[in-house]
């Protein structure tokens, strides 16, 4: 009898094995068969023009004859919607995951925990459509620019974004930093402060970078709500007050219009490629950076 | 196994409701993000007199009308723009006939902010602002002020009809662009938005989206004028320049419910319906 259940439970245990096992191969033949699915319909439109004239060229007029199928501006508005928002959610995430972490106490903490997770539950859609609405104008006025659908109020608005992502993630970071590093800095004499910045951050450095790349991540892939407010205008900025359109957007704005088949919906496709490419790699920095930790 | 019955029955159920549906007189109509309030009137009226009809109508753009026409989604695609040489050639493979009906005419009307003193401007100087030629609105009478172009995105039978008629002038040679500073915008009433608010911008949309809070410019075919206002007078008398067929699309000659829908607007009550949303009757 004693035999018959230890069995049973062992079977049990292999078979949850077999099973998380199974999700794990699954998940990366789904990455491996949309990797295959886009490359596919994406390489196509390299038969059409050069792959340097699609990453290099500077026009992107899809549907004139004959189409220009420049993506540099696409991808200038891209990076620099990214980059402004990395400049402002980066230290504002960092610092609230600080304060989360090491010094709001008791209900404080859990009060702006729950908080940040309920800005991350915010449909980009509505934050889009608030950033229309309140955002657009007041970069209009306060700077004194021809309009308010800048790569600036796409960075604003993606900052709220990704700060949420990357207040949790650090501050899970800073948690895992066992206790007595703190304390044995503090038991020298350090300040409160000095132990936080010299010995916390720096022992949790690996997981906060990975937060930041994750962060980036997120901001890169949003769609809606820069289609909404960085104006869309593919042509490459000199200033980050002026209209950008994002790689993302464009696929979402003109995936209605393509004729399958077409070098236009090829296209469409390529750009998801290049898109799928960044944001690998910004995984693998991530990924990079928490396993340096664990050595 | 109560509950795995109980399963079974329901599904039945949804699968016997879906198929009622599609075998019912539920009409799918869509495409033109233009003519996206006409259809709504035309369906409303048309339910109203037929309350066992069901029309449904979503907006998307010209393109996205006839993408859905030949992958069977819609039965009628709603176009303001003729479809193209590739669209039918995609039609044909997949055995679809597209059918064209001119439902109505539209003014398209270029737009600005009502406090912007420019009211008038010729086609030549419509097309260098929207090329990026003419920068300033200081250029073309008005103030020192910079020029915000908005544009609808390629989607869009309102945007390719206005570069090739007013950007490249009919010419089918030419090779001209929207300059790459306009902003492209998802609908008619995002233009509208940013019109009302912005005292620099200038777009273009069909007629019908205009209200008091922006102002249709007249315009003229050159230096020498007369300019016209995109009024329906102007439009059925063919005076205001930027004028296009409103189209509908259906695969083969419509039959049963579909003819009737056809027919009610092509009806007097539904060209009347196309004068009431600010649009120009054929019939």
């Given at each position: 009898?004693?035999?018959?259940?230890?069995?049973?439970?062992?079977?049990?245990?292999?078979?949850?094995?077999?099973?998380?096992?199974?999700?794990?191969?699954?998940?990366?033949?789904?990455?491996?068969?949309?990797?295959?699915?886009?490359?596919?319909?994406?390489?196509?439109?390299?038969?059409?023009?050069?792959?340097?004239?699609?990453?290099?060229?500077?026009?992107?007029?899809?549907?004139?004859?004959?189409?220009?199928?420049?993506?540099?501006?696409?991808?200038?508005?891209?990076?620099?919607?990214?980059?402004?928002?990395?400049?402002?959610?980066?230290?504002?995430?960092?610092?609230?995951?600080?304060?989360?972490?090491?010094?709001?106490?008791?209900?404080?903490?859990?009060?702006?925990?729950?908080?940040?997770?309920?800005?991350?539950?915010?449909?980009?859609?509505?934050?889009?459509?608030?950033?229309?609405?309140?955002?657009?104008?007041?970069?209009?006025?306060?700077?004194?620019?021809?309009?308010?659908?800048?790569?600036?109020?796409?960075?604003?608005?993606?900052?709220?974004?990704?700060?949420?992502?990357?207040?949790?993630?650090?501050?899970?970071?800073?948690?895992?930093?066992?206790?007595?590093?703190?304390?044995?800095?503090?038991?020298?004499?350090?300040?409160?402060?000095?132990?936080?910045?010299?010995?916390?951050?720096?022992?949790?450095?690996?997981?906060?970078?990975?937060?930041v790349m994750l962060g980036i991540g997120r901001v890169i892939g949003e769609t809606?709500?820069?289609?909404?407010?960085?104006?869309?205008?593919?042509?490459?900025?000199?200033?980050?007050?002026?209209?950008?359109?994002?790689?993302?957007?464009?696929?979402?704005?003109?995936?209605?219009?393509?004729?399958?088949?077409?070098?236009?919906?090829?296209?469409?496709?390529?750009?998801?490629?290049?898109?799928?490419?960044?944001?690998?790699?910004?995984?693998?920095?991530?990924?990079?950076?928490?396993?340096?930790?664990?050595? | 196994?109560?509950?795995?019955?109980?399963?079974?029955?329901?599904?039945?159920?949804?699968?016997?409701?879906?198929?009622?549906?599609?075998?019912?007189?539920?009409?799918?109509?869509?495409?033109?993000?233009?003519?996206?309030?006409?259809?709504?009137?035309?369906?409303?009226?048309?339910?109203?007199?037929?309350?066992?009809?069901?029309?449904?109508?979503?907006?998307?753009?010209?393109?996205?009308?006839?993408?859905?026409?030949?992958?069977?989604?819609?039965?009628?695609?709603?176009?303001?723009?003729?479809?193209?040489?590739?669209?039918?050639?995609?039609?044909?493979?997949?055995?679809?006939?597209?059918?064209?009906?001119?439902?109505?005419?539209?003014?398209?009307?270029?737009?600005?902010?009502?406090?912007?003193?420019?009211?008038?401007?010729?086609?030549?100087?419509?097309?260098?602002?929207?090329?990026?030629?003419?920068?300033?609105?200081?250029?073309?009478g008005g103030r020192d002020l910079s020029i915000v172009l908005l544009s609808r995105?390629?989607?869009?039978?309102?945007?390719?009809?206005?570069?090739?008629?007013?950007?490249?002038k009919g010419d089918a040679k030419s090779t001209v662009e929207f300059a790459p500073?306009?902003?492209?915008?998802?609908?008619?009433?995002?233009?509208?938005?940013?019109?009302?608010?912005?005292?620099?911008?200038?777009?273009?949309?069909?007629?019908?989206?205009?209200?008091?809070?922006?102002?249709?410019?007249?315009?003229?075919?050159?230096?020498?004028?007369?300019?016209?206002?995109?009024?329906?007078?102007?439009?059925?008398?063919?005076?205001?320049?930027?004028?296009?067929?409103?189209?509908?699309?259906?695969?083969?000659?419509?039959?049963?419910?579909?003819?009737?829908?056809?027919?009610?607007?092509?009806?007097?009550?539904?060209?009347?319906?196309?004068?009431?949303?600010?649009?120009?009757?054929?019939?």
């Amino acid at each position: 009898m004693l035999k018959r259940r230890w069995s049973a439970k062992r079977l049990k245990e292999a078979a949850i094995e077999k099973c998380i096992y199974l999700s794990g191969i699954t998940s990366i033949v789904l990455v491996a068969l949309i990797f295959i699915f886009l490359a596919k319909e994406g390489f196509a439109i390299f038969r059409t023009i050069g792959f340097g004239d699609f990453l290099l060229g500077s026009s992107w007029y899809p549907i004139s004859t004959p189409a220009k199928f420049g993506i540099l501006p696409l991808m200038a508005g891209s990076l620099l919607v990214t980059l402004g928002a990395t400049l402002i959610a980066v230290p504002i995430g960092i610092a609230s995951a600080v304060y989360i972490s090491e010094v709001a106490s008791g209900k404080i903490k859990e009060i702006l925990k729950s908080g940040i997770e309920l800005l991350a539950a915010i449909p980009s859609v509505v934050l889009g459509f608030i950033g229309m609405m309140t955002l657009v104008p007041w970069v209009k006025s306060t700077f004194h620019i021809p309009t308010g659908l800048t790569a600036f109020s796409g960075a604003v608005m993606l900052a709220f974004m990704a700060t949420p992502t990357i207040v949790s993630i650090a501050e899970d970071a800073l948690n895992a930093v066992p206790r007595r590093y703190k304390e044995a800095a503090l038991a020298l004499g350090s300040t409160r402060w000095q132990a936080i910045w010299r010995v916390v951050l720096p022992a949790a450095s690996s997981g906060i970078v990975a937060a930041v790349m994750l962060g980036i991540g997120r901001v890169i892939g949003e769609t809606m709500a820069v289609m909404m407010i960085t104006g869309n205008a593919a042509r490459i900025p000199d200033s980050i007050f002026q209209p950008v359109r994002t790689l993302t957007a464009t696929i979402a704005a003109e995936m209605g219009e393509t004729v399958r088949g077409s070098d236009h919906y090829f296209a469409l496709f390529a750009i998801g490629i290049v898109l799928f490419i960044i944001t690998f790699f910004i995984n693998l920095i991530a990924d990079l950076a928490v396993h340096h930790k664990a050595k | 196994m109560r509950k795995f019955q109980w399963f079974i029955v329901v599904i039945l159920s949804v699968l016997g409701a879906s198929s009622g549906l599609a075998t019912g007189n539920s009409i799918q109509i869509k495409g033109s993000d233009t003519m996206v309030n006409l259809g709504q009137a035309w369906a409303e009226a048309y339910m109203g007199k037929h309350p066992d009809a069901f029309v449904a109508v979503t907006g998307g753009g010209s393109g996205t009308g006839i993408a859905a026409l030949l992958s069977g989604t819609c039965d009628i695609a709603e176009s303001s723009r003729s479809i193209k040489k590739e669209e039918i050639n995609q039609a044909k493979a997949k055995g679809i006939t597209p059918t064209e009906f001119i439902v109505g005419l539209d003014g398209l009307a270029v737009v600005v902010n009502p406090a912007n003193p420019v009211s008038q401007l010729t086609i030549d100087q419509l097309a260098d602002i929207f090329a990026g030629k003419i920068k300033n609105w200081k250029e073309v009478g008005g103030r020192d002020l910079s020029i915000v172009l908005l544009s609808r995105e390629v989607n869009s039978g309102t945007h390719v009809y206005f570069k090739e008629h007013v950007l490249r002038k009919g010419d089918a040679k030419s090779t001209v662009e929207f300059a790459p500073e306009a902003l492209l915008m998802s609908s008619s009433q995002a233009i509208a938005d940013e019109i009302s608010q912005n005292t620099g911008a200038i777009g273009y949309y069909g007629m019908g989206y205009v209200n008091q809070t922006q102002k249709a410019v007249a315009v003229a075919k050159d230096n020498a004028g007369p300019y016209y206002t995109p009024t329906l007078d102007n439009v059925v008398s063919g005076q205001y320049y930027i004028s296009r067929p409103l189209i509908f699309y259906t695969n083969g000659q419509p039959q049963g419910a579909l003819k009737d829908i056809i027919d009610f607007v092509f009806s007097p009550e539904g060209q009347q319906i196309v004068k009431d949303t600010d649009f120009v009757p054929v019939k």
